[in-house]
């Protein structure tokens, strides 16, 4: 194929195997039973039926407006000429779509114009914009998590004034985060906030320079709200002096139309491997170049109180988390969905059974090493979809559940899960989109079918929001400690409840056995490492603990999806569907579960290879 005529086309299969429809049906309603959700206050003026009808138009929508441009946008990055930013005008057309029909305020309160669906419905909704093109659904997402931090601390005159435009697709936001010189570690932020000596309380001057702010420019919208970290002058260094600070690119007018130009200007793009039509800027705050009322430095509206900026960007970074984490599954999902497509319909090679080089060619899917990643990936995506709407059930037990205990518990449940929700989809939907490119082979590796973008797509996840290194200190050295361990208790608790659950069905008790076995290991093997009360040598091997506790967890949620189906066969009669939840189910146990041993092993342990390395020889 040539390359010219790549700009308009659309790789095989990129919009009519994103996700499985019957599966979020099966997970929500059979799994979940979200529906229930529908006898609490909050949630009563929805059914099934505008559940259905919403994630409907959601499917809809992103075949429509999302997928036909993903790969035009791959192909056609923003462009600076120095003053402006240039987007493929398909971007802006899916993004108004996107915004008329409500999505941008799905989970929000009646009040501000929201929808008050359930946290676990608009999850399952947004997956299939994130399937369709990751890098155009990326500025909805930050939008929302930007509107939902701000709708928790902000005041009545900064909703109104930045949040309400948000919600209509008037303004989108960021999050301005990282340094040039400042990743991840957060309490070396050097950008600073001065009180502006001419403005009310709570006006600042912002002047610094964030990097890898993610749509930190465009010409999208009428404004962009950047949420910044900064040090207002006088506050203590480390993370505990930070603040957070509403940064317009525009400034707004007290009747709501927009003023003048703020001080903040975009300095470059940054080129990246995938997501590619999503902007990824590094931004100037108060280097003079636009005067707002007469003077240099971004004005900026403090967030809540001083010195609270960083626990209240968590309400952001959180919800991008396991946004990441459902970005992960889609293009997982999407990628496992077309090679099972290419495999069915490619004829190449002969049965293993002995027949002659004369008997036809077969479909690849016959070969038993296709078949392998196939199943591979069908758990992971699977499996990792679980894993996010049943964080999403957790955020809608700990917001609606009547009695205040069990709020309080799904939220420490999730708050535990968290780094698992974020990174274990990144690292397995990765490898699914690693197996589809396999399965196609040599034409895997082309540009004539999605697999290579979804791919590339896919590598930021194990970046962004979090290393996989960081996730895994946070689980270890964080969430499974915490007060006392209370944490990890009501995890294993929720575990072993399924356990008692499956040891009553006698199908499923030798997945029971091995589950109760590696449930025990989380808790031995946790002891045993934070024994000596040495954060560098308990934390010397979290990232290998992390994937034991996280398969761990996947296989429990596997074994509830298994129990699940079997349920559904004893209702309604079997299926294909069915009989692939049971399928996967039993491989995650039989092929993947296993590998904890030896990974739990490792940690207990406590090898130093890393902490006493000696780096010259590297």
Known sequence: MNDQNLDNVVPPSSTDSLLSSADIEFLLYDWLRVDELCERERFAGHSRETFDSVLSASEELAKEHFAPHARKSDLNEPTFDGERVTLIPEIKTALERFADVGLLSATMDEEVGGIQLPQTVATACFTWFQS???????????????AGLLLEYGTQEQIETFVLPEIEGRFFGTMCLSEPEVGSSLGDVTTRAVPDPDGPEGIFRVHGTKMWISGGDHELSENIVHLVLARADGDGPGTKGLSLFIVPKHLVNS???LGERNDVVLSGLNHKMGWRGTTNTLLNFGEGTHTPHGSSGAIGYLVGERG???SYMFHMMNSARIGVG??????????????LRYARERRQGRSDDGRGKDSPQVPIIEHADVRRMLLASKSYVEGGLGLILYAATLLDESETAEDEAERARAALLL????????????????????????????????????????FRDNRLNPIHEGTH?????DLLGRKVVMSGGEGLKVLVEEMRSTLAEATA???WNAEAAALAAAIDRVETVTAAVWKSGEPVHALENAWTYFEAVGHTVIAWLWLQQGMAAEAAVASRGDSRLLRGKITAA?????????????????????????????????
């Open 132 to 146: 369709a093109n990751i890098a155009t659904s990326s500025y909805p997402m930050l939008t929302m998590a930007n």
């Open 255 to 257: 009747d709501g139309s």
């Open 308 to 310: 609270k900026g960083l």
């Open 326 to 339: 459902a970005g992960a599954v889609a293009l997982g999902y999407h990628g496992y969905l077309d090679a």
């Open 415 to 454: 708050d535990v899960l968290t780094p698992i929700v974020k990174t274990w989809p990144s690292v397995w939907g990765l490898k699914a989109n690693d197996h589809a490119i396999q399965v196609l082979g040599g034409a895997g590796y082309t540009r004539d079918h999605a697999v290579e973008q979804l």
């Open 469 to 473: 290194g960081i996730q895994a200190k």
């Open 505 to 507: 069905s006698t199908s």
């Open 586 to 618: 039993r491989y995650f146990f039989v092929h993947e579960l296993p590998q904890t041993g030896p990974w739990f092993d490792l940690v207990e342990g406590g090898p130093s290879t890393f902490t006493e390395l000696d780096d010259t020889c590297l």
